[in-house]
DNA sequence: ACCTACATGTAACCCGTTACATGATTTG
DNA sequence: CAAATCATGTAACGGGTTACATGTAGGT
């Protein structure tokens, strides 16, 4: 699914501007989704002449103006419809796993490190998800996909944990 | 890090043709890195003009030519270069978990499907996962990788099949 | 007869990231 | 005073996928 789509598909959490809706890629979609400004943006240009999202502009004080898009009825239906055909692809693309399967040509001290940013990584994953499972009243789905990241995170962290002393100085 | 570096770093496991590192890419990286003929070949050309490769043409039975490549001393040190100075990013583009976000929009026999595909997914992965870690000698490394995959992969299908049954047909 | 495996390659195309441009306000 | 947050946008560039082109051999 395209950055289009999935706009359109963040907008169903309410309605949001450019800068809210990359929010929204950064923690409730961070562990299965990502997009940058530089495809948001145009993705909203294209669905507002689409017809598939409508815009209004918001003025605050001490912040810039907003553009806050909506769905439309069209483009409801329009994401509706594209789930129907969208097939469960995954890719995963993790230069940390190349990287262990490496380990004997790294520094150690890189490793160490490799290892270090990695747990930390998780850990922090680990805490936004669960976050955001307790703040808000979730959808079945949400709440299914949370804690699925959850749990594969989780095991992930904890095998970390137990395996990374196969890699401590101690050379072999 | 790009097709070219993840070639040479496939080599490191014996010579091989471009269809063969295919293969390495379609078994031991399946699960963190991905490659297409299309980004394979040219990736070769380049390696070879570089003189990171070397390459011989194998004459075979039955079979067309293979053009065979091996890793140069030059090569090599490149990529364990590369290595040091890889950062360790991960992303993952999963609209099965996407799909099931919007379960609640999905029709029931798609989901159903999706389900069950992801089910059917996750199981040949943890298949083709320890049956490449019995079957040779694995480095440190690469059993750290696919022990790793195979508990990852493990948790979210035993999430999975807990949890599919929140989706059966009994509307709320 | 058709599909899969073996084997190499090219070109069009898509799509997205990175980096830049701009600017106010708040926080450390 | 610098850095982060809020806010929108563009353009260059990179990178890879998909599809096509070609051909043999073996299995169902």
Redesign the interface.
Known sequence: ?NTSN?CL?AL?MGDASGYEIKHRFETT?S????ASFGAIYPALDKLEREGLVSCRIEAQEKRPDKKVFSLTDTGRQH??DA??T??????????????????????PD?LQE?LE??EA?LQQTIETLTSIRSTRTQ????L??L???I??Q???LE??QQ?KS??SDTDQ
């Open positions: 699914m999935l598909g169903f979609f562990h299965f989704q990502q994401f509706i789930l129907q969208t097939e469960p692809k995954e890719s995963c693309r993790s230069d940390f796993i190349l990287l262990m399967f490496y380990a004997e040509f790294l520094q890189k490799v940013k990695q990584k959808s079945p789905g949400a299914f996909t804690d699925l990241g749990t594969v989780t095991a992930a095998f970390l395996r196969d890699f």
